[in-house]
């Protein structure tokens, strides 16, 4: 592990990470190199090094907006903070790897999250390494930013429940490189259409897209698709961008598809929009020049078209989960993915890199495969099972 993340780690830290992940007096969690698989009806899918890499990110982000307004440096920068824990109140521990060159000798620095979100300073550096604090907070407690106190807490150490599954860690295989780095960052600021595209997001050597054919679904839909869409989903087939922007199968003709999709996408909008209609003004698929709707993020996003006139030249416009409806983008799809890739995109509903991000971090295309689309069905039937079988024995004593 420390060959891995490239730091020595505590001696007081590996002594404790022998009993694996705790859940420190209720109320605080210490990680431990481990990891977890996700499995049906359990969403605490778990990898350390990643936990690492998103806590060091979120807090960076968020650090930039409240005072001092500068974000410290985050291992693997050199004497960056380096998380350890959190607790159940959303604010996150760290060691200041910059105090000393020995790891033993490292102060905790706590983000009180409360303080970040009323906007205020939220940094905390102690004087104790990590025994120290935690036996303080048992004990006495800490005063916080806010004027909180985070402790004293019981004296209880159990593993942590939302990783009862945890395994150890071991490094991931690397990846054979694909495209050469150098080339895909050339690519952040050269290059156009989809063969950049193919240099930033590499697609699958196998594209899946489902079993029907476009003529089916063009005659299902009662309209052909943009060809610029036809030629991207060749490419590339279902899945998913970035991490965060979805493409459906194309041509599945089950609930997974573009065809079903869409016309759920369309009955939703159009219940919000006889509710609220100053809040959804577009017409929706089928309705003439109607949203229809092809992808979706992470966050709840739908991106899709408005079909006005000749599909080659239906705008592309995002329907956005959080914020207000804007109007159509101004470039196409392919264009559109490029400039979100290369930080150029200022529209509602695209996530955004912070300054610091390393875009080659994140930019890449993950595809679906049918293996994934029945394994997502079995685990929808599963999950409707629960609620048609037989309840009508009271449960055993003691389950919830």
């Not at 089928?286 to 078209?305: K, Q, T, V």
């Not at 592309?316 to 470039?331: A, M, T």
Request: proline share 10%.
């Amino acid at each position: 592990m420390e060959s891995h993340v490239g730091i020595a780690l505590p001696s007081d830290y590996k002594a404790l990470a022998a009993y694996g992940p705790l859940d420190i007096g209720d109320f605080v969690w210490l990680y431990t190199p481990c990891v977890q698989e996700y499995e049906f009806n359990r969403l605490d899918a778990f990898d350390y090094v990643g936990w690492l890499e998103q806590t060091h990110r979120h807090c960076r982000i968020v650090a930039r907006t409240v005072p001092p307004h500068t974000p410290p440096p985050f291992h693997p920068s050199e004497g960056g903070l380096l998380a350890w824990g959190s607790t159940r109140s959303s604010s996150y521990l760290f060691w200041d790897t910059s105090a000393s060159k020995d790891p033993d000798r490292w102060p905790v620095v706590i983000f009180e999250q409360d303080s970040a979100l009323k906007g205020d300073n939220p940094w905390l550096t102690l004087d104790t390494p990590l025994f120290e604090t935690l036996t303080l907070i048992l004990s006495e407690g800490i005063s916080l930013p806010s004027g909180q106190i985070l402790g004293p807490l019981l004296p209880v150490a159990r593993r942590t429940r939302f990783l009862r599954a945890a395994t150890p860690w071991t490094p991931p295989e690397k990846s054979p490189e694909r495209v050469p780095e150098n080339e895909r960052r050339a690519a952040l600021t050269e290059g156009a259409g989809l063969a950049a595209l193919r240099l930033l997001a590499p697609p699958p050597e196998d594209p899946y897209l489902g079993e029907l054919t476009w003529e089916e679904v063009f005659a299902t839909l009662g309209t052909r698709l943009p060809s610029e869409y036809v030629e991207l989903m060749d490419v590339y087939g279902t899945g998913c961008f970035s991490g965060w922007m979805r493409f459906v199968a194309p041509l599945r003709g089950d609930r997974y598809g573009l065809v079903q999709t869409a016309s759920v996408v369309s009955d939703g909008y159009r219940d919000l929009r006889e509710s609220f209609p100053e809040d959804f003004p577009l017409a929706a698929w089928p309705e003439p020049g109607g949203f229809l709707a092809f992808a979706n993020s992470i966050d709840g996003d739908e991106l899709g078209w408005l079909t006005q006139g000749d599909p080659d030249r239906w705008p592309v416009i995002v329907y956005p989960r959080h914020d207000d409806q804007g109007p159509p983008l101004p470039g196409t799809l392919t264009e559109t993915l490029l400039d979100w890739m290369r930080g150029r995109l200022d529209a509602a509903g695209f996530a955004t890199l912070d300054p610091d991000d390393d875009p080659l971090e994140f930019l890449g295309f993950v595809p679906n495969t049918a293996d994934d689309f029945a394994e997502l069905e079995r685990e929808r039937r599963e999950w409707e099972s629960q609620f048609t079988a037989d309840t009508s024995e009271p449960p055993a004593q003691g389950t919830a």
